[in-house]
């Protein structure tokens, strides 16, 4: 069997499958501290005899095999999380091999292998929530470099109209600060969920959603991006960032129709999990 995590800031999601990824059984569980969230996911997973796991994980993580702080969550504004030895926790309790990634990597693995971009060799998942996080899969791999990709935390120009001044604790007015649901919430003062299809405030966000598909586009070239997440619940915003898009990129580059390349999640809310599954089977089969 194989073992997943997708760690997120709120919740984590574990599930076992089978070889073919049909999951067998999921549990939700609290995002609280280290400890106490490790316990619970232990015993979930100390039921079933899993061959490998996979961990997506929100961070900032480090990625790189080399350093010593290889499987950690590292500088996250979760004060709690910081500096937490997250992977060689599972290696250490489970002593199978255990994939390593950032959510949205494993996200992106999950699209590409299985989902809107299956018959695609590349794509940039990126997912609009809580926060802003972008992964990508070029050349066969999850895209990790010294670190990984922090797509969502790029100064995108401001929208001429728009006087809020960002919301990242970081960054003040990078993408995130930006066009976060919280950012969208700190804009006009209304939960994102509440407001109308016709309120400016989608303008704005597709203003800035269109400029992180123009960034991603002319640097990664990649065969699609797709937009995941909570704010991309509003089914009209897609259509926004297209017709946006196209402006900016004014027709530079030949790309599929934009209905093929700016696209939302074939998952749905399981690019994650299902990604992360296929992280344990990329580590079993290293
Ligand atoms: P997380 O980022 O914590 O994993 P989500 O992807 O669900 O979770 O993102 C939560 C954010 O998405 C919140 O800021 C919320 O306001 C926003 N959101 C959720 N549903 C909608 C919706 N239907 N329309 C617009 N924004 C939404
Ligand atoms: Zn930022």
Redo the contacts with the bound molecule.
């Keep these: 069997m194989l073992g997943a995590i997708e760690a ?3 919740k984590f999601v574990c599930a076992v499958s089978d070889d073919e990824l049909n999951i067998i059984e999921k549990i939700s569980i609290p995002t609280t501290e280290p400890e106490e969230t490790f316990a619970q996911v232990f015993d979930f997973f100390d039921q079933f005899d899993l061959k490998a796991i996979g961990i997506g994980s929100f961070g900032p993580i480090d990625t790189n095999k080399e350093s010593s702080t290889y499987g950690y969550i590292t500088s996250t504004p979760k004060l709690k999380w910081q500096n937490t030895d997250f992977q060689g926790a599972f290696v250490r309790r489970y002593q199978v091999p255990v994939g390593w990634n950032t959510d949205v990597n494993a996200a992106a693995l999950g699209e590409v292998s299985l989902g809107a971009a299956r018959d695609k060799n590349s794509c940039v998942y990126i ?1 609009v ?3 802003i996080g972008g992964g990508a899969f070029i050349n066969g791999e999850p895209l990790t470099g010294i670190s990984h990709p922090e797509m969502g935390h790029f100064y995108p120009p401001k929208h001429a109209e728009d006087t809020y001044e960002g919301c990242c604790d970081f960054h003040g007015s990078c993408l995130e600060g930006l066009a ?3 950012a969208i ?1 700190g804009r006009f003062g209304i ?3 509440e407001l109308g299809e016709d309120h400016k405030a989608w303008e704005i966000e597709a203003h800035y959603l269109a400029h992180a598909a123009m960034a991603y586009t002319t640097i990664l070239s990649p065969s699609c991006i797709i937009f995941g ?3 991309m ?2 089914t009209h915003l897609i259509e926004k960032v297209r017709q946006k898009f196209d402006k900016l990129l004014n027709h530079y580059l030949q790309l599929p129709s934009l209905d093929e390349y700016i696209i939302l999640p074939g998952l749905g809310n399981e690019a994650g999990i299902k990604g992360s599954l296929l992280l344990a089977k990329r580590a079993l089969n290293a």
């Design positions: 997120g800031g709120t997912t929530g809580t926060g976060s649901g919280p919430e939960k994102a969920e997440g909570g704010v619940n509003q």
